[in-house]
């Protein structure tokens, strides 16, 4: 299995950025994808997620409204579509899949595969 995240980048606060992870070597349309990311110094927290059909989604309370995931199961990749960007958001994005479960969680653990991340510099 493998997740391929790309699209980050520097940015200036108030811009946008749209990830994309691309996975393979698993049954995509079965497997729940979430968005995690790390500032330095700190923890992996949660971002968004994206259930398998694509009709439901949640939110980290830092990014709802500014961030919206979604996918295209015929091309196998999922979007962050990163809005309204604050230095705040500065960090490595990872993608996830948990090929397990029916629904959508934000609990890191419960994901089985984990992409490489790509960094996010917003610069105030």
């Known amino acids: 299995v493998q997740l391929q995240a790309s699209g980050g980048g520097l940015v200036q606060a108030g811009g946008s950025l749209r990830l994309s992870c691309a996975a393979s070597g698993l049954t995509f349309g079965y497997s729940a994808i979430g968005w995690f990311r790390q500032a330095p110094g700190r923890e992996r927290e949660f971002a968004a997620a994206i259930n398998r059909g694509g009709g439901g989604t949640i939110y980290a309370d830092s990014v709802k409204g500014r961030f919206t995931i979604s996918r295209d199961n015929a091309k196998s990749t999922v979007y962050l579509q990163m809005n309204s960007l604050k230095p705040e958001d500065t960090a490595v994005y990872y993608c996830?899949?948990?090929?397990?479960?029916?629904?959508?969680?934000?609990?890191?653990?419960?994901?089985?595969?984990w992409g490489q991340g790509t960094l996010v510099t917003v610069s105030s």
């Open positions: 996830a899949a948990d090929a397990r479960r029916l629904g959508v969680t934000p609990r890191k653990e419960r994901y089985d595969y």
